[in-house]
């Protein structure tokens, strides 16, 4: 089955950029699932940064979108999250998921989570 | 944005018990909402899509109802490995969003 996992550094400087990748193996990651990034603050509850799909569509959410950018990169099948201008409210761990795009949408399979703090 | 709010934001249970936690909708969703559990140090987890489909693999102990606003997750017998936080999910309209979670605790 298809599994994902997130790769990139776990500390940023405050008002840096934080740049993480998503491998997919055990699937393409040109199937018909749109790719997302959620990501949960310490202590705090989930929240929906965007997703992608293979031709490179995108959808963000709107408190994010002016500082967030993702990509595709079939020949090595992941895809990116870069978020630009970070603060500590910024600090969380970062989950990747597969985003089921039928009628309803929901997020499977969850990449482990990778832990990203912004601090000097 | 369409806010999802779950209740309660904590429970204690038994193991045995028959737990339900509620998810309302600030407008109507139809059927398009999810539940995951989620684990301490792990990622979530799906349990169950479009309101009531339960996830292959995830035990019949749980199961989904709702429609339109209020939507329900029971636990039919709640078991050792149950213990987590639960959250909802709709997907009828971006951006997507989850209710806080409700976290089940051992009494």
């Known amino acids: 089955q298809v599994q994902l996992q997130e790769s990139g550094p776990g500390l940023v400087e405050p008002s840096g950029t934080l740049s993480l990748t998503c491998a997919v193996s055990g699937g393409s990651i040109s199937s018909s699932n749109w790719w997302s990034w959620v990501r949960q603050p310490p202590g705090k509850g989930l929240e929906w940064i965007g997703e992608i799909y293979h031709s490179g569509s995108t959808n963000y959410n709107p408190s994010l979108k002016s500082r967030v950018t993702m990509s595709v990169d079939k020949s090595k099948n992941q895809f990116s999250l870069r978020l630009s201008s970070v603060t500590a409210a910024d600090t969380a761990v970062y989950y990747c998921c597969g985003l089921i795009a039928a009628a309803v949408r929901w997020f499977d399979p969850w990449g482990q989570g990778t832990l990203v703090t912004v601090s000097s | 944005d369409i806010q999802v709010t779950q209740s309660p934001s904590s429970l204690s249970a038994s193991v045995g018990d028959r737990v339900t936690i509620t998810c309302r909708a600030s407008?109507?969703?139809?059927?398009?909402l999810s539940w995951y559990q989620q684990k301490p140090g792990k990622a979530p987890k799906l349990l169950i899509y479009?309101?009531?489909s339960l996830q292959s693999g995830v035990p019949s102990r749980f199961s989904g109802s709702g429609s339109g606003t209020d939507f329900t997750l029971t636990i039919s017998s709640l078991q050792p490995e149950d213990f987590a936080t639960y959250y909802c999910q709709q997907s009828y309209s971006t951006p997507l969003t989850f209710g806080r979670g409700t976290k089940v605790e051992i009494k």
């Open positions: 479009a309101a009531s």
């Open positions: 407008q109507s969703i139809n059927n398009y």
